[in-house]
Nanobody, 126 residues
Framework: QVQLVESGGGLVQAGDSLRLSCAAS????????MGWFRQAPGKEREFVAA??????????YYADSVKGRFTISRDNAKNTVYLQMNSLKPEDTAVYSC?????????????????WGQGTQVTVSS
């Protein structure tokens, strides 16, 4: 069983930065993916970014809408994933959720993720 706890959301102005954290408890395994998804009011949940790792290394994946502005990273020792969000735009406003897909690599579909955090609100004002 894996539990995920997010933190770091808040209210910022356009152009500002925020860093979200997702602390995982439990075994995430030697080959897994942790990702961030977001859901704005009235819209479907969408993929934001993911980091996959295995014994041979790690890879990161981004939605086109955040590429170049957001950076996902993982601290192995702390079993924590971060989402650094720069140059925030009002359209980035959403509830951001962390998720884990064990024994999976490169997952962009929320259907592949079995474990989810409670979500954290990010609001970007113009």
């Amino acid at each position: 069983q894996v539990q995920l706890v997010e933190s770091g959301g808040g209210l910022v102005q356009a152009g500002d930065s925020l860093r979200l954290s997702c602390a995982a408890s439990g075994r995430t395994g030697m080959r897994s993916t942790m990702g961030w998804f977001r859901q704005a009011p009235g819209k479907e949940r969408e993929f934001v970014a993911a980091v996959s790792w295995s014994l041979s290394g790690s890879s990161t994946y981004y939605a086109d809408s955040v590429k170049g502005r957001f950076t996902i990273s993982r601290d192995n020792a702390k079993n924590t994933v971060y989402l650094q969000m720069n140059s925030l735009k009002p359209e980035d406003t959403a509830v951001y959720s962390c998720a884990a897909a064990l024994q999976s690599y490169g997952s962009r579909s929320d259907a592949d993720y079995s474990y989810w955090g409670q979500g954290t609100q990010v609001t970007v004002s113009s």
